[in-house]
């Protein structure tokens, strides 16, 4: 199958599932909490991203050159 034809059916499932999802509530809430999920997934990864960001832009402190 050509590109256009991959491209044309995934068109069509995809309009098919918006309308399934549209007239169904149960796979709404499901949707809803997929969402929620991935924005949740993506702030916890953010904040990490952060956290070491600023663990690795601190400056090292130098060992002391002292010996006893």
């Known amino acids: 199958m050509s590109r256009f034809g991959w491209f044309v059916v995934g068109l069509g ?3 098919f599932a918006a309308v399934q999802a549209k007239d169904n509530p149960q796979v ?3 949707a809803d909490e997929l969402i929620g999920a991935a924005k949740e997934f ?3 990864v953010a904040e990490g991203y952060k956290e ?3 663990e690795l832009s601190k400056p090292k ?3 002391s050159s002292k010996k006893q």
């Open 13 to 15: 499932l995809g309009a």
């Open 61 to 63: 402190a130098k060992p």
């Open 28 to 30: 709404k809430a499901a």
């Open 42 to 44: 993506g702030n916890a």
């Open 52 to 54: 070491r960001e600023a």
